[in-house]
């Protein structure tokens, strides 16, 4: 029962983000004007009076709100989003190819910040003596720089150094080239890492005033050891708690940075369908980005479960794993 439980209630929570995602953006849309424009062509069409009218019943659009908006959301449920008002083709099979562009953007700027993160506190927090409290200094610095960063101001320095400047780099990319992701993958994961690095670094301080590291050291362990082995572990707990918020915030960086980098994607597309008004290919785009989040928030509730021995009796039966000693 524990295991339907767990499961039932976040495929509960997700149902009701997507619901909630959907119905703000369907009525938003709505309510900046009639989405019968991108259909007709876009501004300055010439459609008569009676193509208007064909068009408007072809698309449901003479219902009355309330039942259009029901269809949107029954549509969402089976899976069926229609065809995108601009482009005329169906929105699964848009989504589909730029998908892969955005999620692999996304997936490597995480473990870009996790990596810059982990590996600026354990270094920091290793070095003893005179050195130590400069060095901190300078990483509570750069931590906050990080985090205030806007991503476009960001890129636009990427790029004119990285590209322009030394010409190290492409300014624009498609698709997977590792060439061309570098500086967009820079660009997601700097301000990320420097908000996972401040939680990581208060953690980790925490951590190292617990009996448990008091009793490591007077067992000889080096200061790199202690981190790696010991404190690490309990100081990532609350970083990695912030995981699906951190991937949520790079999928809504992605807007920004693929048309920074003219990168094709899913931002870029939710954008271009935004401006056009095409109801069908941004509720399906964010409907889809709302799944994603929802997706590594429960991976993520699962590995806190899994690595927090606090937890481990809430969590189902095949989620659990021995106990550990702490400080073992």
């Known amino acids: 029962m524990r295991v339907v439980r767990w499961i039932g209630g976040r495929l509960g929570r997700a149902v009701l983000v997507v619901w909630l995602v959907a119905t703000i953006v369907f009525f938003a849309l709505r309510a900046t004007g009639d989405p019968l424009e991108a259909i007709l062509g876009g501004p300055g069409s010439q459609a008569g009076e009676e193509a208007t009218a064909r068009a408007r019943e072809a698309y449901g659009l003479d219902q009355p709100l309330i039942v259009q908006y029901g269809s949107q959301l029954w549509r969402i449920a089976t899976l069926q989003l229609g065809d ?4 005329r083709q169906p929105v699964l099979d848009l989504i589909a190819a730029q998908l892969p562009s955005t999620l692999a953007l996304a997936v490597l700027a995480l473990l870009l910040a996790w990596a810059l993160a ?21 990483l509570r610095g750069a931590e906050v720089i990080a985090t205030v960063t806007p991503q476009f101001w960001l890129g636009a ?31 997601l994961a700097v301000p990320i890492a ?15 005033r617990a009996p448990f590291a008091t009793t490591v050291r007077a067992r000889g362990a080096t200061e790199i050891r202690l981190r790696l082995r010991h404190t690490l572990r309990h100081a990532v707990l609350p970083a990695l708690a912030l995981s699906g918020w951190a991937f949520g915030s790079l999928l809504s960086g992605a807007v920004v940075v693929e048309s920074l980098f003219a990168r094709p994607g899913l931002g870029r597309l939710l954008l ?18 709302a799944f994603l989040y929802v997706a590594v928030v429960i991976v993520t509730d699962a590995l806190e479960l899994l690595v927090d021995p606090r937890l481990r009796g809430r969590a189902p039966r095949f989620l659990r794993i021995p106990d550990v000693a702490v400080g073992s």
């Open 194 to 208: 420097g908000f996972l690095s401040l939680v990581l670094r208060e953690s980790l301080e925490e951590a190292d």
């Open 118 to 138: 982990v590996g600026g506190v354990v270094v920091v927090a290793s070095v003893r003596g005179r050195a130590a409290r400069p060095l901190k200094g300078v």
């Open 84 to 87: 995108s008002y601009a482009r």
């Open 157 to 187: 320095v990427l790029i004119l150094v990285f590209a322009a400047g030394w010409g190290l780099l492409p300014a624009t990319s498609s698709g997977l080239d590792p060439a061309g992701l570098v500086l967009p993958v820079v660009t």
């Open 272 to 289: 271009d369908g935004a401006m056009q008004r095409d109801v069908p290919l941004v509720i399906g785009a964010v409907v889809v980005v």
